[in-house]
């Protein structure tokens, strides 16, 4: 099983110091990614429920910060030799994917093919109000993104004529490290987000742990899959869960390869108290 780290880039992990700290300490244990959240602002008293808390709100309130998602995993390719580095996710639709292409595959080639491009459709409204899209659209978006991320990694000249995103012929470079390109994993616990797992998606990351949920999360992915023409079982499933090596036997029963865990603390001390924990009691039994 390999294990991750998530919000990886967001509160006190926003410090360079800090960051660099998780980072390198996570790769020493045998951590195998670290992961990036995202939100490019956090509109003030958004009324847009939060997904993944029962609270409805963000974690660390409407200041905590959020750095860009993608910058701080050019610094810890920099950092580090092994470590995956992904998103966790990317707001896709809110980028032009011309935009996302370059900067992807240019950290891809700065870390000799580490990057997961996790994507996401978003959830905050008042965010897309911000921006200036519509957030009913989101869906559509991201799958036309998806499609032209590809076109883009591939060999030759690429071309992408949709409803809301529309180029071609134009050449991009640099391309990913590896001629496969870089993966792109869909996020979300939502049937739309299987659905799409399913058709376009490198692997299937929803942010949750609970063991019956995960199993009908992972058949509608399956279902579209085969839909798609699709192997099911070439999909990687991630999940999120909890730091104890016997919560990761029913896990992999269902077909996940990867957990995600939340930092273990908060400051250097407890990082590599934390960490090395991990990395003896979980990692080296998994």
């Known amino acids: 099983m390999k294990i991750g780290l998530m919000f990886a880039n967001s509160g006190p992990f926003s410090q360079p110091d800090l960051f660099a700290h998780l980072v390198t300490t996570a790769e020493k244990v045998g951590i195998e990614s670290i992961w990036t959240v995202e939100h490019v602002v956090i509109p003030q008293d958004y009324k847009t429920p939060y997904p993944y808390s029962s609270s409805g709100k963000i974690p660390g309130g409407e200041d905590v910060a959020i750095p860009d998602p993608l910058a701080p995993l050019a610094f810890a390719a920099a950092i580090t030799k092994n470590l995956k580095l992904g998103t966790g996710i990317l707001i896709l639709p809110q980028r032009h994917p011309l935009y996302v292409a370059k900067e992807a595959a240019t950290i891809d080639q700065l870390s000799k093919g580490r990057l997961l491009l ?12 911000a921006l200036g899209l519509d957030f009913h659209k989101r869906g559509a978006m991201t799958d ?19 409803k809301h995103f529309n180029f071609g012929p134009v050449k991009m470079f640099p391309k990913p490290f590896n001629k496969s390109g870089i993966p792109i994993i869909i996020g979300g616990h939502s049937p739309a987000a299987a659905r799409r797992a399913g058709r ?5 990351i929803p942010a949750l742990g609970e063991i019956d949920k995960l199993k009908e999360l992972f058949a509608m992915m399956k279902t579209e899959a085969q839909k798609a023409g699709r192997n099911p079982e070439q999909i ?28 273990p603390g908060f400051d250097k001390e407890a990082i590599t108290r934390g960490l090395e924990k991990i990395g003896n009691e979980v990692i080296a039994k998994s």
């Open 118 to 129: 996790g994507i996401g459709s978003g959830w905050l409204e008042e965010e897309f109000q």
């Open 200 to 204: 376009l998606g490198d692997g299937f």
């Open 144 to 162: 036309e993104a998806i499609k032209a991320l590809r076109s883009l990694w591939s060999e030759g000249a690429s071309n992408f004529h949709g």
């Open 236 to 263: 990687e499933l991630s999940c999120m869960g909890r730091a104890q090596a016997d919560a990761l036997k029913p896990l992999q029963d269902i077909g996940v390869s990867r957990v995600i865990l939340a930092p």
